[in-house]
């Protein structure tokens, strides 16, 4: 944790974001590290050249559990107020919380488990077989 010369505490954190700009006038996405958060304020590594003044989203990969089982993202919207080639600012509007998917969308068990019980007959008969199979 620090305080610096900018009125609100700032936590020194490493963790893993996801970024989009969400102004019409370019469109940029990429992944970073951040540097330090504040409520009010954000400063990360982008991979992508980012301006003053574009509105951006950020995803950032949060450490807590809700509920000690759920993985959260935290979600920001805000504006660059700075970019010095290495890093940049984001100047908070907007956060939240939102939980993440803390397994595969598919489930790989559960195929096993169909091919496990599959008993080798067809599963398409004559004309049902798809082109290029």
Request: hydrophobic share 35%; with cysteine.
């Amino acid at each position: 944790m620090t305080e610096n010369r900018r009125s609100k505490l700032h936590f020194d954190m490493q963790l893993a974001l996801t970024y989009r700009t969400i102004n019409r006038r370019r469109n940029v996405a990429g992944s970073g590290t951040t540097s330090n958060i504040s409520s009010r304020e954000l400063q990360f590594q982008p991979t992508d050249r980012l301006f003053e003044g574009d509105e951006i989203r950020v995803t950032i990969h949060w450490p807590a559990l809700l509920d000690n089982t759920s993985p959260l993202n935290l979600v920001l919207n805000g504006s660059v107020t700075s970019f010095d080639g290495v890093g940049c600012v984001v100047s908070i509007d907007h956060y939240e919380f939102h939980t993440r998917a803390s397994q595969p969308l598919v489930s790989y068990a559960g195929v096993a488990r169909a091919a496990a019980v599959w008993d080798g007959s067809p599963l398409c008969q004559g004309s049902e077989v798809p082109a290029g199979v």
